[in-house]
């Protein structure tokens, strides 16, 4: 029979008796009146860059989806199965949420796979190739580049991911009729995992710059 993880245990004690007994009135208030989140985040699965330890955020404060390499699909009402889709449906529709960050990050692994031609599946239902294939077109774009480093080619690939899927997003009517109303903002955010530098996206021209500390 296995156990559960040790590790997480642990973490869980600590969390009882450290940020748990700090906040406890917040946690009893949540409960009560339910969640209220002033952000929609959609990042990446990756292990180093959870939006909640990046913004520094309690509980209550961020709705936050996560998938591989933080991509918004476009809009599909079909009988597939979306998961992200679902979260933005009851993000903006139930919660209300009017903020929207896609963040992405430095050495993520899902544009990695996306650039490498020669990626395999990981098992027969390629999961990943199937959801990375979101990115295909940029990818391909990116790969006949001959100018530009393998290390370029990344970091460049996961600052478009983040204006595809808010392209993406604007697809559907639910954000695209409230942006529209000026209700509604959405943003990009790159997280670099080996400077802890966070670059935000320029709404206008799509650049990527260090925001100062204070004006943002
Ligand atoms: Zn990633």
Request: with cysteine; aromatic share 8%; glycine share 8%.
């Amino acid at each position: 029979m296995s156990t559960f993880p040790e590790r997480l245990l642990e973490g869980y004690q600590s969390f009882m008796t450290g940020r748990y007994t700090a906040e406890r009135q917040r946690y009893r208030d949540l409960a009560e009146a339910g969640q209220e989140p002033h952000t929609l985040v959609i990042a990446c699965c990756d292990s180093r860059a959870a939006p909640e330890t990046i913004f520094d955020c309690g509980p209550g404060e961020l709705f936050v989806v996560r998938n591989v390499a933080n991509l918004v699909p476009p809009y599909a009402p079909d009988s597939n199965y979306h998961a992200t889709s679902a979260a933005l449906e009851f993000a903006v529709q139930s919660l209300k949420i009017r903020q929207i960050v896609v963040m992405g990050h430095g050495r993520c692994g899902g544009i990695k796979a996306a650039l490498d031609p020669n990626a395999a599946p990981l098992s027969p239902g390629d999961f990943i190739g199937q959801w990375m294939g979101l990115l295909k077109p940029a990818a391909q774009q990116i790969q006949d580049s001959q100018l530009m480093t393998g290390g370029e080619r990344q970091v460049a690939l996961e600052r478009i991911s983040i204006r595809n899927s808010l392209a993406n997003l604007r697809s559907f009517p639910c954000v695209k009729i409230l942006e529209d109303k000026g209700k509604m903002a959405l943003h990009g955010a790159w997280f670099d995992i080996s400077t802890g530098e966070l670059w935000v996206m320029d709404p206008k021209s799509g650049d990527f710059f260090r925001p100062e500390p204070g004006l943002a």
